[in-house]
């Protein structure tokens, strides 16, 4: 089993900045690859970032490319998501995922098996 915590995050106006740190701990050796999805009151839960914890290859979703950045601390076994340029739309609860096997659809909720309990972003306009 694999436990996810996710902290930092907050209320924050249009243009901040914000970075979401989750921690890992159980069986951290077996996870191949992390997420960040998202979900907004009354939407679907959708991808935001995704990384390969063997060889740290990024993936971002196309509202997010360009102003956040997923990265790893193997050994604090945390992940992070380092938001900038933040717009209201970008208001949502965060989730971190992990996946113990390999996939190409790094982007789809099923392929991952442990999720954290979320953390809200606010960002007023």
């Known amino acids: 089993q694999v436990q996810l915590v996710e902290s930092g995050g907050g209320l924050v106006q249009a243009g901040g900045s914000l970075r979401l740190s989750c921690a890992a701990s159980g069986r951290t050796f077996s996870n191949y690859g992390m997420g960040w999805f998202r979900q907004a009151p009354g939407k679907e839960r959708e991808f935001v970032a995704a990384?390969?914890?063997?060889?740290?290859?990024?993936y971002y979703a196309k509202s997010v490319r360009g102003r956040f950045s997923i990265s790893r601390d193997s050994a604090k076994n945390t992940v992070y998501l380092q938001m900038n340029s933040l717009k209201p739309e970008d208001t949502a609860v965060y989730y971190c995922a992990a996946r113990s096997h390999y996939s190409s659809d790094y982007d789809r909720l099923y392929e991952y098996e442990y999720w954290g309990q979320g953390t809200q972003v606010t960002v007023s306009s």
């Open positions: 990384l390969s914890w063997i060889s740290g290859r990024t």
